[in-house]
């Protein structure tokens, strides 16, 4: 399993060569740039340059992209909406699709594998509408990603929309071959349980966001500090056909220090 760390860890500093750095001492292979204009400003093409300087002389390189949730410097809290590509208005649609493609154009000088994609928000509902926008999203933003190399993968989140049976039959209906899953088991723990979840969702992943929480609220906790079954779990990943990436996504509230996330991190790579 590819050892990856998402960048969402320090969400409330700017992403440098530095915090890059600390990731590669953790013993990370790949990392997961998150998509946030305060932590990691994609538009900004002089800190997206400084940042592709580093991956191109050192041997962690970027694995994924995390779409970004606002098109904001503060997460939202300014009052911008969320960016969700499934909105019942097509212009809040069109802006979400065109936010993320800006994101994708950070492959241009970053090559990155995948773009890990949200279908929605928290209260989404699953309907034939909701279908039918998620079909047309995912086939807008494959055929703007194709040509950077980078394919599509679909998390599933805390809303009915991207539950295991409804992501199957968006990209079964949309005949969507060549996107696939990126399995949050710290979501899928808050719903049905992760191995359910995997067991449906086994042939389509392609990564996992690794997270741990106590079964009341997605508090992105580090492995073993909640009370997900981590050998159960690991192994069922091990065990699907396409060998997922585990990608630890832990929660930036957390305040760890650059030390730590190194000293966790590597602990957590260790039950890889």
Known sequence: MLKVISSHVFLRNRLHPGLLETFQKSGAQGIELFAARQHFDYTNRTEVRDLAD???????????????????LEMGRSGAPGVNVIHPEKGRRIDAMDEIKRALEVAEQIPFRFLVVHLGEREDTWSPRALEFSMT?????????????VKLLVENL????????????ILNTGHFKDIGVCLDVGHA?????????????KDRIRSSHLHDNRGDRDS??????GTIAWDETLEGLKSAPHSPAGA?????????KPETVVHKAAKAFERF
């Open 189 to 201: 723990h808050l719903g049905d349980g992760v191995m359910p979840a995997l067991s449906e969702l």
């Open 158 to 169: 805390q809303n009915e929309v991207t539950q295991p049976a409804n992501i199957l039959e």
């Open 248 to 256: 630890l996504e832990i929660h930036y509230a957390l305040e760890d």
């Open 54 to 72: 580093w991956f191109g002389s050192n041997p962690t390189k970027a694995f994924s992209l995390h779409s970004p949730l606002y098109s904001d």
């Open 137 to 149: 999203a995912l086939e807008h933003l494959r055929a703007f990603a194709s040509p950077l190399g």
């Open 220 to 225: 992105h906790l580090w492995p073993g500090d």
